[in-house]
């Protein structure tokens, strides 16, 4: 009787596994050059339990009030051809991940594109500019004029392996504010570039952790009139023969580390 009931068992976990979906998401179907609300549920196209949130078929999000979801990837090839860059506006409001805002994963060519305005915010455990992986591109950009937050790691110009193309930037400017509390990597990969551009009076890039400029594909970190960057630890091309970092630093601009 015990074996029998042990047989049963397993038959029911195989079949719960199968039957739970790989990929549980929402996908923004919002057909371009019309733009939607973020928060409407209409235009979602919802598989499984919404976990996920994607834009991949090039269409712009506008978000106006605050709310939580868990990751956002604006820009992702993973299950639909044609058209997979997207657009998010963040406009008022704040946007809070409990995961990952990943901007242009998987873009293949197109464009992953987050936009925050002055007094919006975005709030992310994670953050990613320019994702790429074996043959599939990843190219994004984001700038901020509100606040952009990040409590894990982040990066710009990040590959999930050495195969992978990737290219992100990060624009902080007009008094706009990245703030964050652990590493971020800017051109992690041999095939990757990542660029930080931080102007503007009261402009700040600052994080506790390391900044990581060419670790080991390209980084470069610009800072010009009236912006500033900080961090714990500044390190510039510090990995491998194919990294190469880069920092320029205008003569009214700011660049504070604990070490280099």
């Known amino acids: 009787m015990k074996q029998h009931l042990k047989l049963l068992v397993a038959s029911l ?30 235009n979602w196209t919802v598989s499984g339990t919404a976990d996920y949130h994607l ?20 820009g992702h090839s993973g299950t639909t051809g044609g058209s997979v ?17 990943n901007v242009g994963r998987y873009t ?11 007094g919006a915010g975005v709030a992310a455990a994670n953050l990613y500019i320019g994702y790429g992986q074996d043959t599939n591109a990843g190219y994004g950009i984001a700038t ?12 710009i110009g990040y590959s ?17 504010s990245v703030t964050g509390s652990a590493e971020i990597r800017l051109g992690y990969r041999p ?22 400029v060419g670790m080991r594909g390209t980084g470069t970190v610009t800072v010009g009139s009236g912006g500033e960057v900080a961090c ?20 009214l601009g700011t660049l504070k580390t604990g070490k280099v």
């Open 144 to 155: 901020v004029e509100g606040s952009l937050t990040f409590s894990a790691s982040a990066g």
């Open 232 to 251: 714990g630890t500044l390190k510039i091309g510090n990995e491998w023969a194919s990294a190469v970092g880069i920092v320029n630093l205008n003569s």
């Open 191 to 212: 095939q990757a570039e990542g660029t930080l551009n931080v102007t503007g009076d009261d402009s700040l890039f600052s994080t506790t952790g390391e900044l990581r």
């Open 55 to 74: 834009i991949q078929n090039n269409g712009t999000a506008n978000i106006g009030t605050s709310g939580t979801i868990y990751r956002l990837y604006i």
């Open 108 to 118: 293949d060519g197109d464009l992953g594109t987050l936009v925050v305005a002055s």
């Open 13 to 42: 976990l195989v079949v719960a596994l199968f039957a739970t979906p790989a990929w549980a998401a929402s996908y923004w179907n919002v057909v371009p050059p019309a733009s939607g609300d973020f928060w409407e549920s209409d």
């Open 85 to 101: 860059g997207g657009t998010v506006n963040v406009n008022s409001g704040t946007l809070t991940a409990t995961g990952q805002v």
């Open 160 to 176: 999930g392996n050495d195969a992978g193309v990737s290219t992100g930037v990060l624009n902080v400017q007009n008094g706009g």
